[in-house]
Nanobody, 114 residues
Framework: QVQVAESGGGLVRAGGSLRLSCVAS????????MEWYRQAPGSQRELVAS???????DYAESVKGRFTISRDNVKNTVYLQMNSLKPEDTAVYYC????????WGQGTQVTVSS
């Protein structure tokens, strides 16, 4: 298994940027997919972005062109660069490593003020 820990959340004004980090407890080189989810109050958890071991990426329609997921296999870290943030991006953001099941972090709060 693998443990992951998110960081980088905070309070930002609309139009601003944040970069989230997800550090894994082991090498992510062979982890098929690393993913970012988010969950807003009263809403279901939704997939925001994913990146495969080969570097292929996929994004929710709502964040395409604004968010970028990347991975650094040397640092065992996955990043989510979030630009042009909107109040509707406010949520707890979770990292998930797909390795023999889903391995979740504790989440990091992102709050975007209008």
């Amino acid at each position: 298994q693998v443990q992951v820990a998110e960081s980088g959340g905070g309070l930002v004004r609309a139009g601003g940027s944040l970069r989230l980090s997800c550090v894994a407890s082991r090498s992510i080189f062979s982890i098929n997919y690393m993913e970012w989810y988010r969950q807003a109050p009263g809403s279901q958890r939704e997939l925001v972005a994913s990146i495969s071991s080969g570097g292929s990426t996929d994004y929710a329609e709502s964040v395409k062109g604004r968010f970028t997921i990347s991975r650094d296999n040397v640092k065992n870290t996955v990043y989510l660069q979030m630009n042009s943030l909107k109040p509707e991006d406010t949520a707890v953001y979770y990292c998930c490593a797909l390795l023999r099941g889903a391995n979740w972090g504790q989440g990091t709060q992102v709050t975007v003020s209008s």
